[in-house]
DNA sequence: ATGGTGGCGGTGCCA
């Protein structure tokens, strides 16, 4: 079973690369962040048609994420638990069967936190330790899962490409990489470098001053695995040709295979 | 080079 995580920012725009892609690497399921569209506005049609369901969290301009999967999925979340008044659309989590038991696929699309000195920064933290407390409650479940999307947390300096230059950054903060050491200690396994220890291992390029063909990029998406999943996991990849591409998103889809046969 | 780009929505906000 293959799940993919792709940041397509803006899916109304980024439609046809989005069933291409698809197309081409045929995951289960994959999860998308940053759809910028509201339920309505998500092209359904288009990417039912291609072969999978749909299922969305969209908000209107901002934010949304969605899960797709070729085989029947139980949405079991619509919002990461922990705060009632949290209106953002930034959480889903589907439940599918498989040969080895249920395994719970989460999409999240991690506030950025910029500025730091703001509150934005705060609700950051505040929404990393609701993920944290959710993947404790599917741990104590011994729920088989993957959390996977854009986390917007560089967990080391080798995941920056001018790590000086992001010292004052949401994404580089050493609570943000705190929080997200606390999650990943719970027992996770980080897929991407499970097949790739060291060295840097990009997932998002800035549209601005070349980022892309200077290769300046940041870590920021991951794929969370649970141990039972972890114990299954096969293989694991960025995506990175679709950087390349006209009007691309400004990140790429990162995947990991698990055999569940 | 204290800028630069892109998306949404129709102005500044967000990333």
Same mark, same amino acid.
């Given at each position: ?14 439609? %046809?690369? *989005? ?5 081409? %690497? ?23 048609? =291609? ?37 953002? =659309? ?32 705060? !609700? ?36 920056? !490409? ?15 990489? =705190? ?24 997932? !998002? ?30 293989? =694991? ?22 055999? *569940?046969?």
């Amino acid at each position: 079973m293959r799940i993919a995580s792709w940041n397509v920012n803006s899916v109304r725009k980024r439609v %046809t690369h *989005l069933c291409a892609w698809l197309e081409r %690497t045929k995951p289960d399921i994959a999860v998308l962040q940053e759809l910028k569209a509201t339920d309505e506005q998500f092209p359904r049609l288009e990417v039912e048609a =291609a072969g999978w369901r749909v299922e969305t969290v969209g908000q209107k301009g901002f934010n949304g994420v969605a899960l797709l999967a070729r085989q029947p999925v139980e949405i079991v979340l619509r919002a990461l638990p922990g705060d009632p008044d949290d209106a953002q =659309a930034r959480y889903i989590e589907g439940r599918v069967e498989t040969p080895q038991g249920p395994l719970h696929v989460g999409g999240l699309y991690l506030p950025n936190g910029n500025p730091i000195a703001t509150e934005k920064f705060t !609700y950051k933290l505040a929404w990393m330790e609701r993920l944290r407390a959710r993947a404790e409650a599917l741990l104590a479940d011994e729920t088989a899962f993957v959390l996977a999307g854009d986390y917007n947390v560089c967990p080391t300096a080798v995941d920056v !490409y001018d790590p000086k230059a992001f010292a004052g950054d949401a994404l580089c903060q050493p609570q943000s990489r =705190a929080a997200f050491r606390r999650l990943v200690n719970l027992g996770l396994t980080d897929a991407l470098r499970a097949g790739q220890p060291t060295g840097p291992l990009y997932t !998002y390029w800035d549209y601005q001053a070349g980022a892309w063909s200077k290769d300046q990029g940041l870590r920021i998406d991951h794929l969370l695995l649970s141990p039972k999943a972890a114990d299954r996991l096969s293989g =694991a990849g960025v995506d990175k040709s679709e950087r390349g591409k006209a009007e691309p998103s400004d990140h790429v889809p990162v995947w990991c295979e698990l055999n *569940l046969d």
